[in-house]
């Protein structure tokens, strides 16, 4: 199965692009799935078409589902929610109050997700495309299986012993014990994000494609998420830059065509080596089947938008001990031409070219808050950059 995930923004254009690739993949011949777990509920106005939590055929070879985070936690694991509600209950706070605080930041999107993992197992699609929340920041919370996923197999058969150890403390400690069913659940799901995240980290099957409008604020967003697909393993294929103001005889007009190639020109360089694809922005409103078809066919052209564009990682992480070494590709570039400068978070990498100085800014992972940038190395288009612990 292959699976393609389109995340930016809000406002790129993610729910248009994810709709227009479904409707040509759909037209290639491919069973496809278009999935949404983007909260604002878009798939209806780009399709014109009433989409909600029950599969809807929109045309031939095309199904289209709406994710509603609450039906899937209350479908699978309704019981696990109501203990972890029946905890902040305990400690005297409103029951309301509790099941707010015990849907913790992120849970919803990952509940989402999980969609993936049971379409993936029931084997019905060769395409599934995925229509992410905003800035792909779920995408960290695939790493919790790594966390805890080996720890959950190892007290999978404890869960009963467990269980009844905890109900002799209830009464000391204030706070109702987990039922043998409501630990088997929580290894259940662990389990199921665990193969949710080795589904991701496929390289051969699953693609991010970043999506980002041509201005500053949109692209370096789109940066932060190249960022962590990176640091997780999952591989990022294509960016698209979208609206591009086209050309116009009006000076008001002229001048954001113009800062709008400059913003392109700079994205190509600071994505370097992902391929990168510009998209013009349209006369009209995007939204209904026909509207989307012209914007597939600018977009992808005879290319089928179903391949992977690119394999690799553009960020790569090194860690030694108390030190960990970044690698950025800087292509065409010389030891003379670089300046680098740390900023707080961010990393910018300042390139003397043809055409003058580009500027790069990376964000750096979290890893490196307490560390100093130590020495930096130009090797073979690539720049290793050395972080040690202060």
């Known amino acids: 199965m292959r699976l393609i995930l389109y995340t930016g923004k809000g406002g790129t254009g993610k729910t248009v692009t994810s709709c227009a690739t479904a409707l040509k993949s759909a037209e290639l011949g491919y069973k496809t799935l278009l999935l949404s777990v983007d909260p604002a509920h878009t798939l209806s106005d780009a399709l014109e078409h009433p989409v909600g939590n029950e599969l809807t055929s929109i045309v031939e070879n095309l199904d289209v589902l709406q994710i509603d985070p609450v039906v899937e936690i209350s479908k699978h694991y309704s019981q696990l929610l109501n203990y972890m509600a029946s905890i902040f209950s305990s400690k005297g706070l409103d029951e309301t109050l509790a099941y707010e605080i015990a849907m913790l930041p992120g849970m919803t999107q990952l509940f989402a997700m999980l969609k993936v993992e049971e379409i993936e197992k029931q084997r019905l699609y060769d395409v599934v495309i995925l229509d992410m929340m905003p800035s792909g920041e779920a995408l960290r919370y695939l790493y919790f299986p790594k966390l805890v996923g080996s720890l959950s197999r190892r007290l999978m058969g404890l ?24 630990l088997k659940l929580e290894f259940q799901l662990v389990e199921r994000l665990e193969r949710l995240a080795r589904i991701f980290q496929n390289n051969e099957v699953t693609s991010v494609r970043l ?9 370096e967003n789109a940066k932060r998420t190249l960022m962590s697909a990176n640091l997780y393993g999952i591989n990022v294929d294509l960016v698209i830059i979208n609206k591009i103001m086209p050309m116009a005889s009006d000076e008001y007009f002229m001048r954001w065509a113009e800062y709008h190639e400059l913003k392109f020109r700079e994205a190509e360089a600071n994505f370097y080596p992902l391929p990168i694809k510009g998209l013009r922005l349209f006369e009209r409103e995007l939204k209904g089947l026909s509207m989307l078809r012209r914007y597939v066919e600018d977009l992808f052209r005879d290319e089928d938008p179903t391949k992977i564009f690119y394999k690799g990682s553009i960020f790569k992480f090194e860690r030694y001990d108390s030190m960990l070494k970044m690698v950025v590709s800087v292509p065409f570039t010389s030891r003379d031409d670089l300046e680098i400068e740390r900023i707080g978070d961010q990393l910018t990498i300042t390139v003397k070219s043809s055409i003058g100085k580009i500027v790069n800014i990376v964000p750096l992972p979290a890893a490196t808050i307490n560390m100093k940038l130590s020495k930096a190395r130009l090797e ?11």
């Open 211 to 219: 999506l980002a409008n041509p201005d500053t604020f949109s692209i």
């Open 380 to 390: 073979d288009n690539n720049l290793n950059i050395i972080f040690e612990r202060v």
């Open 159 to 182: 869960s009963t012993l467990i269980s009844g150890v905890a109900r002799l403390f209830e009464p000391i400690a204030k706070i109702p014990a987990p039922s043998s069913e409501v």
